[in-house]
């Protein structure tokens, strides 16, 4: 986790104290591998470790059903539906084509993942070219944890 100057602020106790007012400095946290930033240090160190930007991420999901993260494999699923963008006639049905490639993407991930959200959007965000698939991460949260109910508020798992 990474800290700059640019997160000071100051806060103002009131106007009608204008002589007296207290400043105060707080570090903001960035996260290293995402955009993310924020000024709880327990709350960014924690999305820091399941960060779907982090190649060595922990996932809750995986944990929940006891089952071991192989997210280089699922990446080779990403980069074979990738380099399928780039192959074939393209003069007709590109829409049709595409979609096909990326919903064939979707499944698979999800298939090889036993149905991980985390990691199988993980895998797209950490591939190259990939800015063309879309995942609706929702929806797989959804059908994860209606196949695997759990007994820990959904908080616990999210990122
Ligand atoms: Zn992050
Ligand atoms: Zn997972």
Known sequence: MSFYGNGLIVILNGLNNWGKMRRAKRWRYYCDYCKKSGWSKWYMARHEKVCTKNPNRECGFCEHLGNIVNIEKLKLIVEKTVSGFYLGDWSEMIQEKHDKLVSDCEKDLLKESDGCPACSLAAIRQTK??????????????????????????YYYDY
């Not at 797989?140 to 508020?153: C, L, T, V, Y």
């Open 129 to 154: 070219d990939s800015e063309f698939i879309e995942f609706d991460y929702k929806k797989a949260k959804d059908q994860f944890w209606a196949d695997n109910p759990r007994e820990e508020p959904e």
